[in-house]
């Protein structure tokens, strides 16, 4: 009886140490985009991939995020992916001047190109089945193109380290136009549309299952974000409708609030969502329109894991356990040989 309570007291005194224990987790960022999906056309989907990220309390989402005033690609994307809206960016149109959209105001710079200033070692990546919008990035690692499949291989071959360029990502952005195309086709909220969406959550099935089988996935911490640019009228866009302005965005990850975010979600807070998770404090001269959305840590800007800030996550190392084990065990045969005596 009397080893076992000395024993107790020595677990006690021990335990405050395997709390304390930490490994680290690097933060990661994975933001998909869907060109031209309204909500309803996705929510009519068989989408069992996309569902896994948000349903039955899986992640967080809002089903009426609204995205720029001005609701074509060229505009949308920019407003997605810097955080403000067209009226400081100045994309209004598809057109093309320079390597960029015509009067892209490069002061309000894309989130890579913002995490790559504060943090050059950062490795970033955007593949984009409509070319245009890798122009919003300037000062990024890597940039490719390709039809829908195309883009899925490419983003699996770079989540499994095959990519000479960039061998171990941080923050990546996917485009797959598809769906666009099938609406200005037949429809945004055709039978057209809606396979079209079911073709890409195939796709998204593919990369999720490269980001977890990733041989470093155990020491991540994968933030998903998946949203549109715009909706659809018919078979077109560009006007104010509804159909047209609010879309949807889903967010997945170890750190997300789960369940319905609240009112008033942009697609402009994608950007800041990402910076924060990379640990990237907003800097308020950066004028953002969008804002962080759905973090447990909405406030630090940073776990231990992220790429700016020194710490660590309450996880133990396997080296911990091992030598809090021993130690155990050396305390036990000390106890035992004194009792003996």
Do not use: C
Not at 94 to 117: C, I, K, P, Q
Not at 267 to 277: E, G, L, N, R
């Amino acid at each position: 009886m009397k080893i076992a309570k000395q024993l107790f007291f020595a677990l006690a005194l021990i335990t405050p140490t395997l709390a304390s224990a930490q490994v680290e987790l690097t933060n990661k960022v994975l933001i998909i985009g869907i060109d031209g999906v309204r909500t309803d056309a996705l929510l009519s989907a068989s989408t069992p991939n996309i569902d896994s990220l948000w349903r039955g309390n899986a992640g967080a989402y809002r089903f009426d995020a609204k995205t720029d005033d001005v609701t074509i690609s060229g505009p949308s994307w920019t407003t997605m992916l810097t955080g403000v809206g067209s009226a400081k960016h100045g994309v209004k149109n598809n057109n093309m001047s320079g390597g960029h959209f015509t009067n892209y105001n490069t002061n309000y710079v894309s989130f890579m190109d913002r995490l790559e200033a504060a943090n050059p070692t950062i490795q970033t990546a955007a593949i984009s089945q409509w070319e245009p919008t890798n122009s919003i990035f300037s000062n990024i690692d890597y940039k490719a193109t390709g039809n829908g499949a195309s883009v899925k291989n490419q983003a699996v071959e770079l989540l499994s380290g095959q990519n000479v360029t960039v061998s171990n990502p941080d923050a990546i952005f996917l485009h797959f136009d598809d769906v666009d195309g099938a609406g200005h086709s037949s429809g945004y909220l055709s039978q057209s549309a809606i396979t079209a969406v079911q073709t890409i959550d195939g796709y998204i099935g593919e990369i999720l299952a490269a980001v977890r089988s990733r041989d470093t996935y155990a020491e991540e911490n994968w933030l998903i974000m998946l949203s549109s640019d715009h909706g659809g009228n018919g078979s077109s866009h560009g006007g104010s409708t509804p159909q047209e302005k609010y879309v949807w965005l889903i967010m997945n990850g170890m750190d997300v609030v789960v369940g319905e975010m609240e009112n008033g979600i942009l697609t402009a807070d994608i950007a800041a969502t990402a910076m924060v998770h990379l640990g990237l404090d907003i800097d308020p001269s950066w004028d953002l329109d969008g804002q962080v959305r759905a973090l447990k840590d909405n406030d630090a800007a940073r776990s231990a894991s992220s790429l700016y800030a020194d710490g660590a996550s309450p996880i133990p190392e396997p080296s911990t356990y091992g030598l809090l084990a021993g130690g155990i065990i050396a305390l036990a045969a000390v106890i035992a040989r004194r009792r003996k005596r």
